[in-house]
């Protein structure tokens, strides 16, 4: 059972008889009690005798509590830390043990000079912080997914006794309690200082839960110290974004516990605070945005665009894909909320999602929410058994209306689609009674109203376009919305009157845009300091 102030598991009495205890004393008292009349130097002897059986009663009790129920306080009556330790909490977990198999027990790491080697480690650190006036001896210290308590010992060491560590993954008071940093077993505003060490952020499984019990758990004014591995700007600026309750103070590069390099970050608590979570808002406010600046460098890396318009269109998607730069070969994306990928005009599950995404682009691990959009109910079907993907069942477009999809029959050409995909959105036709069968009515969705709803500021979102020419209908209103700012990386495919397959020297006749138009499209976007890429 756990004791509701202290959070430390009691071991019940009668693990170590209680009668132990009373009968000792008795003896000592009956034999007081039962010797005739002492001289005064035999009554010092037996004194000193009496005060050294104390001592002795004490230590032995003291090896029990600590060495083998593993408590620093394991009777009500009997304690050896402060009860200002007792931290207040909500629920921990009662399953927290941890098999030996896995790991060895805590108190034999102890001995070692390795663990004595990173708990000094982790002591200069924090003097270091404490001489800056981050830390103080009266801070009540939180240490995040700790691996064995090296830096909780650390700041005991340091004079900061009011200092407890988490893990979901081993637990041993008095240095260390069962949770996880992304679900403290603490009350709002109980700690002075938080501190995550080592690439423990960088491994989370949610660093934006983790990041908002920081922002619960921590005082007003308090500080939080994390050692991340992540050294692009890109990274660093999603962690800001994630720790929106605080303030940066400092950043630099130290060496880490094993002497890799590892970037300190020292950010303070908000004096006032509001969560956006509390407020119903989730951060994807879009107007009047302006592309920052660690976005525009990866712009300047990318590769070049294609300026000359090629005579084998169907031939330079697969040269152009083998240069594409990616963004997150470029920077590291552990630090966003969510992960999103968006098939805009999506066709069959193998034209983008499962030949291209799935398979080609890098994830860095990350488990990515799919949306197919696309509004040819040819394809709906396919994706009803498709696991993690979503089908959105409408065309992007600028507003929320009804849609012509016109299809195309160009002379002279080899393979004709009636559907699937191949015709072009005509925005120009109010009736399909003129057209007959070479027109299908469909649902046309605000993309931007639709994109603002479903993801934030806080996401790493991707986007492939392959709209039949509505390209230059959403991207200018992608821009002046602002919504365009909620994009990371997008994939575009622009249509023009391009060379055709079947017949030398003619051109399609089912684009009226011509190459110089798309560059020119895709060179505003880079301007305005978005990472494009030409998909063909």
């Not at 977990?93 to 390795?114: E, F, G, Y």
């Not at 291209?356 to 682009?361: M, R, V």
């Not at 929410?369 to 409408?394: C, I, N, Q, T």
Request: with cysteine; charged share 25%; glycine share 6%.
């Amino acid at each position: 059972m756990y004791n509701s102030n202290l959070n430390f598991p009691i071991l019940p009495s009668r693990d170590f008889p209680s009668h132990f205890w009373s009968s000792s004393w008795n003896s000592v008292v009956l034999f007081l009690m039962d010797s005739p009349k002492l001289k005064p130097n035999q009554l010092r002897t037996s004194l000193a005798r009496l005060l050294t059986f104390a001592v002795l009663v004490l230590a032995v009790r003291f090896a029990y509590v600590i060495t083998l129920a593993g408590e620093s306080c394991g009777y009500n009556d009997f304690c050896f830390f402060p009860d200002t330790l007792r931290l207040p909490s909500r629920v921990v977990p009662q399953n927290a043990a941890v098999s030996s198999q896995i790991l060895p027990r805590v108190p034999d790491l102890w001995k070692t000079k390795k663990w004595r080697r990173t708990v000094d480690y982790y002591s200069a650190i924090f003097q270091e912080l404490i001489a800056e006036g981050f830390l103080s001896p009266n801070s009540r210290a939180l240490s995040l997914g700790t691996r064995a308590g090296e830096d909780v010992l650390a700041l005991k060491e340091n004079g900061v006794v009011y200092s407890i560590g988490i893990s979901s993954n081993i637990a041993s008071p008095p240095l260390i309690v069962p949770g996880a940093p992304h679900r403290q077993p603490f009350d709002e505003a109980t700690f002075d200082f938080e501190f995550s060490a080592n690439g423990s952020l960088d491994r989370s499984s949610g660093p934006s839960d983790f990041a908002a019990e920081v922002c619960r758990t921590l005082k007003p004014g308090g500080f939080f110290v994390a050692q991340i591995f992540s050294k692009d700007n890109y990274s660093f600026h999603s962690l800001l974004d994630l720790f929106n309750c605080c303030l940066l103070i400092r950043n630099r590069d130290v060496d880490g516990v094993d002497k890799t390099s590892v970037r300190e970050v020292v950010l303070r608590k908000k004096t006032q605070f509001q969560n956006p979570r509390n407020l119903g808002l989730n951060g994807n406010s879009s107007k009047n945005c302006e592309i920052p600046g660690y976005k525009r460098e990866l712009v300047q890396k990318a590769e070049a665009l294609i300026e000359q318009e090629p005579l084998k269109p169907w031939v330079s998607r697969k040269r152009s894909l083998k240069k594409v730069k990616y963004l997150t070969s470029m920077a590291d994306i552990s630090f966003d909320q969510r992960y999103v990928y968006i098939d805009v005009g999506a066709r069959g599950y193998g034209s983008s999602i499962g030949s291209w995404f799935k398979k080609q682009y890098p994830k860095q691990g990350k488990s990515f929410e799919v949306y197919a959009m696309g509004a040819d109910r040819v394809f709906h079907e396919e994706y009803r058994d498709k696991e993690g993907v979503s089908l959105v069942p409408y065309a992007a477009w600028v507003r929320n209306e009804t849609l012509f999809f016109e299809i195309t029959r160009d002379s002279g050409s080899k393979d004709v689609e009636v559907a699937g995909g191949v015709g072009r959105i005509n925005h120009n036709v109010r009736s399909s009674s003129s057209h007959g069968e070479e027109v299908d009515k469909i649902k046309g969705i605000d993309f931007v109203e639709w994109l603002t709803r479903s993801v934030s500021g806080s996401d790493f979102v991707v986007v492939r376009m392959d709209v039949e020419g509505s390209e230059f209908y959403l991207v200018p209103r992608l821009i002046e919305s602002g919504a365009i700012c909620l994009i990371d990386e997008v994939f575009m495919e622009c249509h023009y009157n391009r060379w055709q397959r079947c017949c030398r020297g003619q051109r399609s006749a089912k684009f009226k845009r011509s190459y110089d138009q798309c560059l020119e499209l895709f060179t505003k976007l880079r301007a305005a300091g978005v990472l494009v890429h030409q998909w063909w």
